[in-house]
């Protein structure tokens, strides 16, 4: 199928491209830019006048709660909301029921999205066996599956001689370890960020130092093995300034925040809001400053949705009791455009270097061929109206999943049209 996006304002960060720029497309991939290929006869012409046509966004946190979870989403709702948010490929962590251990449970979920046909997954597999921190599972195996990397999700290895050696492993075929930092003993069983809004409130705290005193371990295996690392949904300005300064040391890491994370304080818990509960724990506004700032200079490569969708029967509960978790896939272009907004106070964040962190620098960390709209790339797209306000309502939203803190806000930017692979999976 040849298709024509006309009039649209193209931003590609990649290519350093904002201008008002047509697109076209043939056989699932980008043919020209600005000028048709010659022979170019369009089946089927988009007009994108007075609307962002950029790459399809890259989300690098997204549980689809299959296999095992469906009674809170199921591939499908959770696919169709990715591509009303713009979202066109997507990794999903390994912590579903069965865990991602065995090849053949990675097959299953890459052919059932597939089958779907709606938005690329990208499977994490499991770092050990049932995500025990004991015996490392088959990364080669994994890998020939379709696996992008290895992690833990939101467990931690309780034996560092197992985060050591399954750091060896994945430094001797070139894989890479995503870890969310937790010290496993520090904040356990904590259900909010350790500080006075805590403390007030009677819950139990999870400090800072469960974090850092992660990374600290994490990074000081990384010099000792050369393992390329992903440190996933960084809280902290001690958090930050780790990673900022492992980089300055040229150690292989990269480094992700939750959307959530970049606009919201532990202050947000309100009268214990059980949507606000979350991990890792919305932490203090220093916090939250340092994360916009580790987002400029780009010690912070990306930003995902960190979509776990919750039902009703979890969720509705005293804040204590809820589990914790908020669906994201359908606001993360919107929360990205909020900053973009926001910071900094002066001048704005430009446009493009804010969907960088959602389409180039995601598909950077995974090593994916999205995130672009070079010529002779997959023709994943995303066209959205920067100036259209919406307002997020549970009832709105496609994911199965329906809580988030977000609910009420009026944000900007609704999607218009999401291509993937060339064909127009959504059209509003």
């Known amino acids: 199928m040849q298709l024509h996006i006309r009039g649209g304002r193209l931003i590609d960060p990649l290519n350093k491209i904002d201008a008002a720029k047509d697109v076209y497309i043939n056989d699932g991939r980008v043919v020209g830019i600005g000028e048709a290929p010659a022979g170019f006869k369009a089946d089927r012409v988009v007009d994108a006048t007075g609307l962002i046509v950029a790459p399809g966004l890259v989300d690098l946190s997204a549980r689809l709660r299959e296999p095992g979870y469906e009674y809170k989403a199921t591939l499908e709702s959770e696919l169709q909301a990715a591509i009303q948010g713009g979202v066109t490929s997507l990794v999903c962590p390994p912590d579903t029921d069965p865990v991602l251990d065995e090849p053949g449970l990675v097959e299953m979920l890459t052919q059932r999205a597939r089958t779907l046909n709606l938005a690329h997954v990208y499977p994490l597999g499991a770092l050990t066996v049932g995500l025990k921190g004991e015996a490392l599972t088959e990364m080669a195996e994994l890998t020939e599956a379709g696996c992008v990397g290895f992690s833990h999700a939101d467990q931690a290895i309780q034996d560092t001689t197992v985060l050591m050696r399954a750091m060896q492993y994945a430094q001797t075929f070139g894989f890479t370890v995503w870890l969310r930092p937790q010290d496993p003993h520090l904040g356990r069983g904590g259900i909010a960020h350790s500080g006075a809004i805590a403390s007030r409130l009677g819950l139990s705290g999870v400090p800072v130092m469960s974090e850092t005193i992660a990374l600290y371990t994490v990074l000081e295996i990384m010099r000792s093995t050369g393992a390329r690392v992903h440190i996933c949904r960084i809280s902290s300005a001690a958090g930050v300034e780790l990673v900022r300064a492992a980089k300055k040391e040229g150690l292989p890491v990269s480094c992700d925040v939750g959307a959530h994370h970049v606009h919201l304080t532990d202050a947000d818990i309100g009268f214990f809001d059980s949507n606000a509960r979350l991990t890792p724990p919305l932490r203090s506004q220093r916090d939250r ?37 908020a669906t994201g896939l359908e606001l993360l272009l919107s929360l990205v455009l909020k900053w973009a907004e926001e910071a900094p106070a002066a001048g704005g964040t430009p446009l493009a270097f804010a969907l960088g962190k959602v389409t180039s620098g995601a598909s950077g960390v995974v090593g994916l061929e999205a995130g672009n709209l070079s010529v002779g790339s997959v023709a994943d797209v995303v066209i959205f109206d920067l100036e259209k306000r919406w307002k997020v309502e549970a009832g709105a939203l496609a994911s199965q999943g329906k809580h988030t803190p977000f609910l009420g806000y009026e944000l900007v930017g609704q999607v218009k049209h999401t291509i993937v692979s060339g064909q127009v999976v959504f059209a509003r």
């Open 289 to 325: 400053d340092a994360i916009r700032a580790g987002l400029l200079d780009g010690t912070i490569d990306a930003i995902c949705s960190d979509h776990t969708p919750v039902d009703d029967d979890e969720k509705l509960l005293p804040f204590g009791e809820a589990s914790p978790g």
